[in-house]
């Protein structure tokens, strides 16, 4: 295989990882099931009746439609609320929410796709 065989396929492999959606997963630790859960941002609203303890939901965020996010849910007897200050863009954007057992909900943040942190935006 020859060195321009090479690139192609480097960075034919790399695109494979890119995804058009943002994602964002919500994993309980707490040792509750959590129940009402509601993932939102600017344009966008997806709820689901519970998630139990040690699982996480995954979601797609619709490209373009990421700002503003928070988290709403009901841990026990307590809602929580979350609007966390966390910055990721539209698109090849990674968010993990992980709820402990006093209710608090941590954000990370990571771009997805390899390419995009190898070579930049274009």
Not at 61 to 79: M, N, Q, V, Y
Not at 86 to 110: I, P, Q
Request: net charge neutral; aromatic share 10%; charged share 20%.
């Amino acid at each position: 295989m020859n060195f321009k065989s090479c690139i192609s396929a480097f960075a034919l492999l790399s695109l494979i990882g890119c995804s058009a959606d943002t994602i964002v997963s919500v994993n309980n630790q707490s040792g509750q099931t959590l129940r009402n859960v509601t993932i939102s941002s600017s344009g966008f609203r997806k709820s689901v009746a519970l998630i139990p303890v040690g699982k996480t939901l995954t979601w797609r965020i619709p490209k373009g439609r990421t700002d503003h996010f928070a988290i709403a849910f009901d841990l026990g007897e307590k809602s929580f609320s979350y609007s966390p200050d966390v910055y990721f863009e539209s698109e090849d954007w990674e968010v993990a929410v992980t709820v402990d057992a006093t209710g608090r909900a941590s954000v990370d943040e990571n771009l997805a796709s390899m390419f995009t942190q190898i070579v930049g935006r274009w």
